[in-house]
Structure formats: C-alpha cells, structure tokens
C-alpha cells in the first residue's frame, strides 16, 4: 500500500454561493491519525473534524484517492501537484488534511484558520540515545514525600527506643549503679543496623524495647524490599535520553543520518531558510540524497536505526506513540497550522472557519486530538517505573507507629508495676514514687552523659 494516498470526494452538484446544500469534493491525505482504513470504512482525526465541519453546515460529501497521492507541491514549471494542485484545477472543493499553511499555498489556494498547530522536530531511534546518569540517581526508586516519611520514622522510632530504654526497669533496675546502654546516641545507631541488616548491639532486653525493635526490623526489611526492586526496575527501563537534543547537534554530528519528506513545506523551509545551521541541515540532506518520499517511510527507517527523521511534531508525536523504539526531539522549530484548503474565491470556505473557530472553542477539537494521539505504547511488563509514593506503603508506616505507642506504654506500665511495689515497702503514694522514679532516671541520663563527655576530652 502506498505511504502518501489521499481521498476525494466527487461532486454531484454545486450551489451557487451556499455551501449547505450540495456535495463538494473533499481531499483526504492517508496518514495515521489524519485519515486511516478501518475494514472499508474510514476513520481519523480529520474524519471526525470533517464530519463535525458537514454537522454544522449542512452539506453532504463523498470520497475518493487522490491520483498522485501529494500533500501539494509546484514542479519545476510552476504547477501544481498533489491535494493543492486538484483544489486549483478545480478538481476538488476541499481539501482537508494535515496541510500546512504557507505563504505559497495561500497565494494559490484559500486557506481555513489552523484547526492544529505544530512545530517541526526529529525522531530517532532510542537505541542511538545515551543514557544520562545522574549522582542522586539512588534517590529515584523513592518519591520526595516518601524519602521525608522514612526520615521521620526513624527520628520517632530511634527517639522511642531511647525513651523506652530510659523508663523500662527490665533495662537497668537501678539508675544510680546500673550502667545504661541505650543512649541517644546508640539508639539512632542500633536502628541504623537493622536497616543495613547487620544489626548492632547490645540489644533491648524488656518487652517494651523488643516490641519496638521487631516492628522497626519488619518496617525496615519490606522497606528495603519495595526499595531494590523498584530500584531494579528502573535500571531495567527501556527509558534513554537522546544524546542528540536539538537541530544544532544533529548538524554538528556526522555519524546519524537525517532527512525530511522530499518537496513538502518541512523541505522548503530548510531549503529557504537563511539560518546556517538550518542551511547546513538542507545542504546534507541535498548531498546525501537522505529525504524520503512519505512520512511512513521517513518512520520505517527511524525505526531500522541511524537515522533521523524530521518532521511535523503532530506526525512524529503519533509515531513515538505507536512504536516503542522512537523518541522525539525536545526542540520544536518553526511553529506552524494546519489548514483546510479551498478554491480562491470559494464561498464555503468563510463558513468553514467559523465553524472551526466553533469546535476549537467548546473544546472538540482538544477532544479529537487527545483521542488520536492516545499513546498505545508501554514498555515490556506495564506502564513506565514511577517512583514509590507514600501512601501506597502507609499501612507499613501506620504499624511502626502502632509499634512505638505500643512499646512505649508497656514500658510505663513496667515502670509504673515497680514503683507500685516500691510505693507499698516504703509506704508512699505510688504517683510520688513513680515520679522519682522518672525523674532519677532522666537525670541520671544527662549525668552519665557529662561524665562521659568530661572523660572523652580528658582523653
């Protein structure tokens, strides 16, 4: 099947200056998503944009190929071929197709307000991309969100440990003789073993303090767990960076091939351009014969691999979401619309952008295009690897704090039993008695931590 066909309606009856009441010959281009072949019937974006153009006006059309199978281009004589070239031999009332609006079309031919606006880019395969690598590339398996979670349960968890070492009798009975191992210090330090799986010890010796630890060693192994294999999956991904971002590198580069639809508006405009790296691009492609005739040519062969196809981003953008192995250019140059094209003088061609002026503005044009260009590509296994947001893990985060509140009342409870009895052999309130307790404790905590602090710079 040919790359570049279109399709023409043939008229049956035109009407004088009304253009709701006959039918007209319409020009279709063949191009994936403009106009395509369902079975035998035909569907597109400009089919449906055609059908909603006829809704609102009122006319009836038919279809048939266009003969040479152009967008619309003038020989070396000065005539034209293609789509433009029926439209001016008044061989076709409309032409509606992805046709650029261009100063040389429009002296010719009477041309609708754009209904799409694009710019001209480059596809290529990714298999000439380099990855980029990046010095944090570690932080990517986890979203920010997620990375602040993991920071703050490890500040409340070493903080628990520490509380729940301070207040548990079963970690030291006597705080005056007793030596405490669970510093602030070595809490932070015993909670960073358990997350690189070595552990560190001394390890808690109460219920309160296992609690806790066997929480923060379950939220630690099914966190390291979602970690690695996403970070897995993202090493896996398919997913590069072209190393060629804009036109100036692609002209700078001679080891990837590059070229456009030969005689198309793209052409001409590298061909007219007075910019150098634009006239370098036209020039190579001149010299090395590498233009194409059709845009499913200029894919097939970015596909293969070695070359870059330039063209419209509406035409390139449907082609990187069909085919996994492209990618488009970041850089978008020489913004253009497309246009609807009619005879001069042509009497429809006012209701016509109206019309499109119409369906731009109650949003069915942005409608059409996002139901065309809907991407059909995902890498082998499913969508794209994300990074790990929270909430998809707040069940791990909601059971660690369950943990820590948990340990830290048993550990009350421990210390609250114990001054009970203290309270009954010495005849006290069991309050008073339990807040000595904590007060001792606490304060013999700071104590031991200046003593230690005073010896180390002795030392």
Request: aromatic letters at 10%; one cysteine or more; proline letters at 3%.
């Amino acid at each position: 099947m040919k790359a570049l066909i279109g399709l023409v309606v043939c008229a049956v009856a035109l009407l004088s200056g009304c253009c709701t009441a006959g039918k007209y010959i319409h020009i279709y281009h063949k191009q994936e998503p403009f106009t395509m072949t369902q079975g035998s019937e035909l569907e597109g974006y400009c089919i449906d944009l055609l059908a909603e153009i006829a809704k609102k006006l009122g006319f009836k059309y038919e279809v048939h190929l266009v003969k040479d199978g152009k967008y619309g281009r003038q020989d070396e004589s000065g005539n034209w071929l293609g789509m433009i070239g029926e439209v001016v031999r008044g061989e076709a009332d409309l032409a509606v197709a992805p046709l650029t609006l261009t100063a040389t079309r429009e002296l010719s031919v009477e041309m609708s307000t754009p209904f799409m606006q694009t710019g001209v880019g480059f596809i290529l395969s990714k298999d000439l991309g380099s990855e980029e690598s990046h010095f944090v590339s570690f932080l990517f398996p986890f979203s920010t969100e997620m990375w602040v979670g993991v920071l703050m349960a490890f500040l409340v968890t070493g903080l628990c440990i520490y509380l729940v070492a301070r207040i548990s009798p079963c970690e030291w009975a006597d705080p005056e003789t007793d030596e405490h191992s669970f510093t602030l210090l070595h809490s932070f330090w015993y909670i960073t073993g358990a997350l690189t799986l070595q552990g560190a010890g001394p390890h808690p010796k109460g219920l309160s303090g296992r609690i806790i630890s066997a929480i923060w060693w379950v939220f630690a192994v099914v966190l390291l767990a979602c970690y690695f294999s996403n970070f897995n999956t993202m090493l896996r991904s398919d997913t590069k960076h072209v190393s060629v971002m804009n036109f100036d590198e692609l002209a700078r580069q001679d080891v990837i091939d590059y070229g456009t639809v030969e005689g198309g508006s793209t052409f001409n405009f590298f061909k007219n351009s007075n910019n150098p790296t634009y006239r370098s691009i036209f020039q190579h492609m001149e010299r090395k014969k590498s233009c194409v005739r059709s845009v499913e040519e200029g894919n097939r062969r970015a596909q293969e691999g070695n070359y870059a196809f330039i063209g419209e981003a509406a035409s390139l953008d449907i082609a990187v979401a069909r085919y996994c192995n492209l990618i488009r250019s970041s850089e978008l140059i020489a913004m253009r619309g497309y246009s609807i094209a009619a005879p001069l003088g042509s009497p429809m061609m006012k209701n016509i952008t109206v019309a499109i002026l119409q369906l731009s503005e109650s949003g069915e044009l942005a409608y059409l295009q996002s139901k065309w260009w809907a991407n059909s590509c995902m890498p082998e296994g499913g969508q794209a690897p994300q990074a790990l947001q929270a909430h998809l893990l707040r069940g791990l985060f909601m059971l660690l704090a369950l943990g820590c509140g948990l340990g830290l009342l048993i550990a009350l409870l421990e210390l609250a039993s114990k001054a009970r009895d203290q309270a009954k052999d010495q005849k006290k309130s069991c309050c008073s008695v339990l807040s000595a307790e904590l007060s001792q404790r606490f304060r013999s905590g700071r104590a031991n931590a200046g003593t230690e602090t005073s010896e180390k710079s002795k030392a």
